[in-house]
């Protein structure tokens, strides 16, 4: 009797323990900034006109998001890019920019270093979503300094291609894209949760993600999951040509979480996605039809 009523206890011990439930969510200081370091690394492979091209680039951007205010469960932000690194290697030859080394005789890396510590205003929920981003245009307009005249027609379609690129919902969509990670409640370990979001670039997609909290991993608190990505049609004005797109595919990612913070102390995201583009000259009429794939890895490192 002794022993099935210690075992009773035991079982009632690991069934509270196991139930034991965590808040998940971002508790930032007032006043601090805190660094997110992204290296993104993906591969282009396309067979267009009966062509194979295969594009490898290289992106490293570093961010600081200093929190300058907080409202109940919102967070005022001052975010900035600090540095910025793109490599680009295609069937034509490589270029590098790189915004820390940038001089009057490297155009690319001078457009770079305009958009560095420019400050923008964000205001992200304690789950990660954004609700509001401002002051963008500080940023667009010094990109577009001493790029040239503007009412040139090559001009004028880079700057709807920028204008789009970091347009208010671009960006929110690019930072939710790994901030808005946590769920509505608070979770046990093995617990999912799902969440949708529409990426709004220069190539939209619909993403389905299901997250699920491992519990902790060397100290941090583990999140992981997976993703299914579905292309929506490119926008017209971004590329200059009607686009119909029917691409699809899916992404895994990890992170590990600071558990006073909530802020992403290492993160690591794998893509893969591929499919049919046609392209449609809205000047002649005439179109074409390509297959591309896209494989990426991004990582991340915060402090």
Do not use: C
Request: charged share 20%; glycine share 6%.
């Amino acid at each position: 009797m002794k022993n099935i009523f210690l075992l009773f206890i035991a079982l009632i011990s690991f069934t509270v323990v196991f139930a034991q439930k965590t808040e998940l969510k971002y508790n930032l200081e007032t006043g601090r900034e805190y660094i997110q370091e992204m290296t993104t690394e993906s591969k282009i492979q396309q067979h267009i006109m009966g062509m194979d091209m295969e594009i490898n680039n290289t992106m490293v951007m570093e961010v600081g998001y200093k929190v300058v205010n907080q409202d109940g469960r919102y967070y005022d932000m001052e975010v900035r890019y600090i540095s910025m690194l793109m490599d680009m290697e295609t069937p034509y030859g490589r270029n590098s920019l790189n915004s820390e080394t940038a001089d009057a005789n490297d155009p690319g890396s001078m457009m770079l270093a305009r958009i560095t510590n420019i400050p923008f205003e964000m205001r992200m929920r304690d789950d990660g979503k954004v609700t509001e981003i401002k002051n963008m245009d500080a940023i667009f307009n010094s990109l577009m300094e001493g790029m040239g005249d503007i009412n040139n027609p090559e001009m004028m379609q880079l700057n709807a291609q920028l204008q789009q690129q970091f347009s208010e919902q671009a960006l929110k969509s690019q930072v939710e894209s790994f901030a808005k990670i946590y769920p509505d409640k608070p979770v046990a370990v093995g617990d999912q949760w799902e969440s949708t979001m529409e990426m709004v670039s220069m190539m939209p997609m619909n993403v389905k993600n299901v997250y699920q909290f491992m519990g902790e991993k060397d100290g941090f608190y583990h999140i992981q999951g997976i993703s299914e990505i579905n292309s929506t049609d490119m926008p017209a004005d971004a590329s200059g040509m009607n686009m119909t797109m029917d691409m699809a595919g899916n992404q895994s990612f990890s992170f590990l979480i600071d558990k006073t913070t909530g802020w992403i102390s290492e993160a690591a995201i794998i893509q893969d996605i591929g499919g049919d583009i046609t392209a449609q000259n809205p000047m002649d009429g005439e179109s074409f039809s390509f297959t591309m794939n896209m494989s990426s890895i991004v990582t991340i490192k915060g402090r």
